[in-house]
Nanobody, 121 residues
Framework: QVQLVESGGGLVQPGGSLRLSCAASGSIFSIFAMGWYRQAPGKQREFVASSPTGGVTNYADSVKGRFTISRDNAKNTVYLQMNSLKPEDTAVYYC???????????????WGQGTQVTVSS
């Protein structure tokens, strides 16, 4: 079993900043990637950022230059630093981890519970 617990969401004014955190735990053998998706009301879930282990980070065009993804591999934790927030960033943010376990040698995506980010005056 793999569990991902998110924190850091909240209400922030336009132009403000938030830092999301997501910690993975469980029977983890190796994490191949961690990242973030988001879903706004009435919209499809969309990719935000990814951090492949040993690879280059990737960002959606809508957040590039404003958001920064980082990881603490020793803690199996991924962060999303969100700066210059806009109202259109309002969404539930979900972290994921692409994980190899003893039960699943083929990497499998696990998801956090989601954390609400609201950008409003």
């Amino acid at each position: 079993q793999v569990q991902l617990v998110e924190s850091g969401g909240g209400l922030v004014q336009p132009g403000g900043s938030l830092r999301l955190s997501c910690a993975a735990s469980g029977s983890i053998f190796s994490i191949f990637a961690m990242g973030w998706y988001r879903q706004a009301p009435g919209k499809q879930r969309e990719f935000v950022a990814s951090s492949p282990t040993g690879g280059v980070t990737n960002y959606a065009d809508s957040v590039k230059g404003r958001f920064t993804i980082s990881r603490d591999n020793a803690k199996n934790t991924v962060y999303l630093q969100m700066n210059s927030l806009k109202p259109e960033d309002t969404a539930v943010y979900y972290c994921y981890a692409d994980v190899q376990t003893a039960a699943r040698l083929v990497p499998y995506d696990y998801w956090g519970q989601g954390t609400q980010v609201t950008v409003s005056s």
